[in-house]
Nanobody
Framework: QVQLVESGGGLVQAGGSLRLSCAASGRTFSSYAMGWFRQVSGKEREFVAAINWSGGMTTYADSVKGRFTISRDNAKNTVYLQMNSLKPEDTAVYYC??????????????????WGKGTLVTVSS
């Protein structure tokens, strides 16, 4: 089973960019689909983006489509989330998640797999 550690969060002005990273331990990283989720205090955690094991399939939430890009480097056991044109409403704790089944990442309320501890992104107006 993998363990996940997110990094790259911070404070950025609206319109700016950040790149989040999620480093995975273990030799089986390439067998997992990976996803990014975010949560604002007091609200449900929401899906942001997902990528399959090879990187050949990606899915995005409508709210980030065209602004965020998910990618992975299996040689480095890392998945990335490039966030451009950031808005104040993107402020949240961002979590990465590993799941052996890609479509599990797309099912609202299903929390299977392995989660990281999160990294805070704050976008100021």
């Amino acid at each position: 089973q993998v363990q996940l550690v997110e990094s790259g969060g911070g404070l950025v002005q609206a319109g700016g960019s950040l790149r989040l990273s999620c480093a995975a331990s273990g030799r089986t990283f390439s067998s997992y689909a990976m996803g990014w989720f975010r949560q604002v205090s007091g609200k449900e955690r929401e899906f942001v983006a997902a990528i399959n094991w090879s990187g050949g399939m990606t899915t995005y939430a409508d709210s980030v489509k065209g602004r965020f890009t998910i990618s992975r480097d299996n040689a480095k056991n890392t998945v990335y989330l490039q966030m451009n044109s950031l808005k104040p409403e993107d402020t949240a704790v961002y979590y990465c998640r590993a799941d052996s089944v890609y479509y599990h990442l797309l099912v609202a309320g299903l929390n299977s797999g392995v989660w990281g501890k999160g990294t805070l992104v704050t976008v100021s107006s």
